[in-house]
């Protein structure tokens, strides 16, 4: 599962990883558990057994496949893209081996024409493989996590410590107030609502307060969409006009 994507703030999608694991209450809808079981229904090698169901919906088993003919993908992509590295999964979940995760980063340093954006919800197992492996992370490679209210809270000063020349936080899907968080150190920040079957409501003064954060700490905004079970009719627009910002270029 690799190519060109309609997620609003990247160009592509990468996924070296197949299966996950539910964390916390921001995986309860979870699109990539839907698309797993219908890959897993039409027999996809990546995808057996990711999936069961569970209530009449499908859930994830745990069960976590490392697709190592993917690696070479962005090698192979010549035109500079910005990659969502594991749209389908989390790079960093438990049953992933550090060795991997090298295997994965061997792949981003090489094809450095990309930007790499890597999200998870575990941050620590980040921190701690990115300082136990001695990963460079060059400016090219973005860390990032799941912030989906103010109970995640702790996940952005976990980002915080981690090396990194760019980090950001994916506030998707923002189930709650995060009050006023610290973005020091964060250099972007995705809003979003919940989409798609069963979608839990967005307030527009929880975004309220992430943008203000955003402009106290010099944080660039991006604000994906309100969600909802019919996203494109509920638009991408706050506050009268839409937000595509991007974090500035580091020095390399």
């Not at 009449?56 to 690696?71: E, I, N, S």
Request: glycine letters at 8%; hydrophobic letters at 35%.
């Amino acid at each position: 599962m690799a190519g060109l994507s309609d997620i609003e703030w990247t160009d592509a999608t990468w996924n070296p990883i197949a299966g996950c694991s539910m964390v916390s209450p921001g995986c309860t809808n979870c699109y990539a558990m839907r698309m797993a079981a219908r890959l897993q229904a039409m027999d996809h090698p990546s995808y057996r057994g990711t999936t069961r169901k569970s209530g009449g919906r499908p859930v994830w088993t745990g069960k976590v496949k490392l697709v190592k003919q993917a690696l070479s993908i962005p090698l192979r992509w010549k035109k500079p893209r910005k990659i969502f590295v594991n749209s389908m999964s989390d790079l960093f979940q438990d049953g992933v081996p550090p060795a991997f995760i090298a295997e994965v980063w061997n792949t981003m340093t090489a094809a450095d024409q990309h930007v790499y954006q890597i999200l998870t919800k575990r941050p620590e197992n980040m921190k701690r493989i990115v300082e136990s492996l001695n990963l460079k992370v060059a400016p090219h490679i973005w860390l990032g996590t799941s912030v989906e209210s103010e109970k995640c809270i702790e996940r952005v000063s976990t980002l915080r410590s981690t090396p990194a020349a760019v980090r950001f936080i994916s506030f998707e899907p923002l189930l709650g107030p995060v009050g006023p968080v610290d973005l020091s150190g964060i250099h972007w920040a995705i809003v979003g609502g919940e989409s798609g079957p069963g979608s839990r409501p967005i307030e527009q003064s929880w975004v309220d307060q992430i943008k203000t954060q955003c402009r106290k700490n010099d944080t660039a905004f991006f604000f994906k969409q309100w969600g909802g079970t019919n996203k494109k009719a509920a638009g991408r627009e706050y506050r009268g006009r839409t937000w595509d910002e991007y974090p500035r270029e580091p020095a390399p």
